[in-house]
């Protein structure tokens, strides 16, 4: 199964990787291109920080974002868009989604004796 965040984050990588281009016009094409893989990043980060417990104005915070930002940015998210409503994860979809993660996490028997 492959992993969007790292998909995104090594090609931004493989752009960002010399020759870089000499024109001016094709080196802000080139970053405009390796911006869009790395948002993406960001928003495959941002839902797994909220999947994994952390608040939306935290999340916010730690990306530098308005708080408003971070429910369609988790709805784009590969981890968060099957939960997203208009666009937009709601608190409550959040809430859902997280004790959906949980229902489908190994928890190992613990030795009774």
Avoid: C, W
């Avoid at 417990?53 to 429910?71: C, D, K």
């Amino acid at each position: 199964m492959s992993d969007p965040l790292i998909e995104n984050i090594d090609a931004a990588r493989a752009l960002l990787s010399p020759p870089m281009p000499v024109s001016e016009v094709e080196l802000t094409e080139l970053l405009s291109r390796a911006q869009e893989h790395l948002a993406a990043a960001l928003d495959e980060t941002m839902a797994r920080a909220a999947l994994g417990g952390a608040s939306m104005r935290t999340i916010a915070a730690s990306a530098q974002v308005a708080p408003n930002s971070v429910p369609p940015r988790l709805a784009r998210s590969a981890a968060l868009a099957p939960y997203a409503e208009g666009g937009k994860v709601t608190a409550e979809a959040l809430a859902v989604a997280r004790a959906d993660q949980k229902k489908f996490t190994f928890t190992p028997r613990r030795r009774t004796t």
